[in-house]
């Protein structure tokens, strides 16, 4: 296929909250440009770009959707990003390559809470906003009450570049603006139009929105300002090229409407990314460092070294990984071989494609600003930098939020955790909001991620894709033991057998230190009390005794333990025997200390609409929480607080149903804390119970 220069390139990225139809306005785009020969649906599985089983089973897009389409003489590459909770973090890697965000609002719900967040991502990265009101043909559409919700939350620079020919099942088109025109759509929904005149019951309307229009865009420069003051109007020249510098510059946000599942509007979305989206031309430099480790900037250029940055990674069981990745910089070659600066591997660009859905485009070689794809790259993952080895620079790789939930997985049949181990690491190397780590204590594996619906999700997949069959579980909790007193213990081992005994005497002393100090042992021998080759059996005892404390097993902490005195034979004393002895010290000293459980307190953030933070504040107070704060964002707000990990084990699915899952929650560990002493007591029963149950089975 054609090779397109970076101004005849336009990347966007689709953001908006769950089911306000990205998936199908990329359908339509795909149809309306002639790209495809049947118009995708997501209610009957058919949509371009949601390829999983699981997405066309669910009708949600679960991860990002790629396709391309040619409009205008120019390659329209659109990224489809998801939109419910537990999903949209997957959108910040396409909000990184993308030159302009696409931030869908529905016609009937106005602003909802991942509306904010989508703005909040394309804002970060510096990416010109272009908001899209959709289903104007659906009951109960108002485009005037979704406008007033965008300007509520995003500010009046969110001005209306169209209006709507009717509303809800009498929408019929759209009016641009911009060029004074109304577009009327056929209804067969082949997305083709007729130019006809404003009807006259509407341009009451049109002027007063087209005089809005006009003047937010003189606003942007003092010239225009006093020519609009001076004429009350800008020329049709005046104004789109300062409304195409507008929206470059991140200073204007145009409004525009459609009806996505009638194909109604979709021609003119594409004629106004085309006319007035930014090309990656129009963009800043990358910043990036250079091998030195210098700042440094690339511009896009096609004429400089190849450089691009791998944004996206597939792991397709069959043909294994699939690198997607945008050209920064350069026009790259199929078959060139490109350096990957963190692991200084070559890697050879084998087989370049563009990705259309499922379809795969070969092509030969792509310009900087371009987005393709590359298989079975060696070592190559998402966030990583390519780039020619004559100028090697690196991009920082996007951040992504930690994961909010963690489950312990473990395999149904014997001999399958290596492959799960495999087939969870592909997983993590797909999707960087998936994690995956072992416990060191409490020896389970653990899958995390952003909530109980994408850990299932997942687990599925892996289950599906490689034949492995695992069971899901609640992790167990971390408890830590420590001690509260200080105390004095003598601890003797003396046993006589056959030829040479066992003796060894020691006297501990055992206090508390300040939390997260962890384990200290303090020598404080003199005269050889007990002999220097003899001490680091002790210290070795005492380290082993730390792993399962007296109160209920859980590994010990914030502690020391001071040698002061002792005794030995010089011949029955061994290692061994002292080692013996710290264990029996260690214990007797730990049921004289005092000893409590400590539990791992989680710093919370949740974000909820407003109606539903009373029921939120109640149950996180119900879970032991303690409120640090709030804050308020449009609509919603902001709540951080501190509740212990084991009361939020089940809270995904507990935040679904308070908020209809509209609220979000993040969290990390913030320390360990004194479990009450009524919780305490039923830990220390349970682990009783555990014990005896497994010493049954012995």
């Not at 953001?15 to 149809?31: I, P, Q, R």
């Not at 006589?496 to 200290?520: K, Y």
């Not at 730990?590 to 409590?596: A, S």
Request: proline share 5%; with cysteine.
């Amino acid at each position: 296929m054609k090779v397109y220069g970076p101004k005849e390139i336009r990347n966007v990225v689709l953001l908006g909250h769950g089911g306000v139809g990205k998936t199908t306005l990329t359908s339509a785009m795909l149809f309306t440009s002639k790209s495809v020969s049947r118009f995708g649906r997501v209610d009957d599985g058919t949509a371009f770009t949601d390829t999983e089983e699981d997405e066309i089973e669910r009708k949600l897009s679960i991860s990002t959707g790629l396709a391309f389409c040619e409009w205008n003489k120019l390659k329209v590459n659109i990224l489809d990003a998801p939109g419910y909770g537990n999903f949209i973090a997957e959108a910040r890697g396409p909000a990184r390559v993308s030159d302009a965000a696409m931030i869908l609002v529905s016609a009937v719900s106005g602003v909802e809470v991942m509306t904010n967040k989508g703005w909040d991502y394309a804002e970060e990265f510096g990416v010109p906003r272009i908001l899209v009101i959709n289903k104007m043909d659906r009951e109960n559409a108002s485009f005037d009450r979704a406008l007033a919700s965008i300007t509520e939350n995003f500010g009046r620079l969110c001005v209306p570049a169209m209006l709507p020919l009717g509303q809800e099942k009498d929408c019929t088109g759209v009016i641009d603006l911009v060029h004074g025109k109304a577009h009327v759509y056929a209804s067969d929904e082949s997305g083709s139009y007729k130019e006809e005149e404003i009807p006259a019951a509407q341009k009451e309307a049109v002027a007063k929105a087209r005089a809005a229009l006009v003047e937010t865009v003189a606003e942007l420069d003092e010239k225009l300002m006093e020519k609009y003051f001076e004429a009350g109007d800008l020329t049709p020249e005046e104004l789109t090229a300062a409304l195409r510098i507008g929206v470059a510059q991140d200073k204007i946000f145009p409004v525009l409407c459609c009806a996505a599942g009638k194909n109604v509007g979709v021609a003119d979305v594409l004629n106004f990314l085309a006319e007035f989206g930014p090309s990656p031309a129009d963009r800043p430099p990358w910043k990036a460092t250079d091998a030195q480790g210098a700042e440094t900037e690339v511009a896009v250029d096609a004429s400089q070294p190849v450089s691009a940055f791998a944004f996206k990674t597939i792991s397709d069981p069959a043909q294994g990984r699939i690198t997607v990745f945008k050209v920064v910089s350069g026009t790259l070659q199929a078959d060139a071989t490109l350096v990957n600066p963190r692991t200084t591997t070559p890697e050879r660009m084998t087989g370049l494609f563009h990705m259309k859905g499922k379809e795969r485009v070969k092509c030969e070689q792509v310009a900087a600003g371009d987005i393709a794809a590359v298989m079975k790259l060696k070592e190559t993952q998402t966030g990583d930098t390519l780039c020619a080895k004559e100028r090697v620079v690196t991009f920082a790789p996007v951040k992504y939020p930690i994961p909010a939930i963690s489950f312990a997985v473990e395999p149904k049949s014997r001999g399958d955790e290596e492959k799960i181990a495999q087939a969870l690491a592909r997983m993590v190397e797909e999707d960087p909001n998936f994690k995956v780590g072992r416990d060191p204590q409490t020896k389970e594996l653990l899958v995390s991620g952003q909530g109980t619906q994408h850990v299932e999700i997942v687990v599925a997949r892996v289950q599906r894709r490689y034949g492995v069959q695992m069971t899901v579980k609640q992790p167990k909790v971390p408890y830590k033991e420590t001690i509260k007193g200080r105390a004095e213990v003598h601890a003797r081992h003396k046993k006589q057998t056959g030829g040479h005994g066992q003796f060894a005497d020691i006297q501990i002393r055992m206090e508390p230190l300040p939390r997260g100090t962890g384990f200290e042992f303090k020598d404080d021998i003199f005269g050889g009390a007990v002999p220097r080759n003899f001490i680091p059996a002790v210290e070795k005892g005492m380290h082993e005794s730390l792993e399962r404390g007296a109160l209920a097993g859980y590994p010990v902490v914030d502690l020391r333990v001071t040698l002061f005195d002792g005794g030995f034979h010089p011949v029955d004393s061994s290692e061994m025997a002292f080692k013996i002895a710290a264990h029996m010290g260690f214990k007797e000293a730990m049921e004289k200390c005092r000893p409590t459980l400590l539990e791992p307190v989680m710093n919370l953030e949740v974000v909820v609409p407003e109606e539903c933070m009373g029921d939120v504040m109640g149950d996180l107070n119900s879970r032991r929480g303690r409120i640090q704060g709030m804050s308020q964002k449009g609509h919603n707000q902001v709540i951080k607080a501190q509740v212990p990990l084991a009361e939020v084990l089940t809270y995904a699915s507990t935040l679904k149903s308070m908020t209809a899952d509209r609220g979000t929650f993040s969290m990390e560990f913030a320390s360990y804390e004194e479990v009450p002493a009524m919780i305490q007591q039923k830990i220390v029963e349970e682990a009783r119970k555990a014990k005896e149950a497994e010493e049954a089975e012995k």
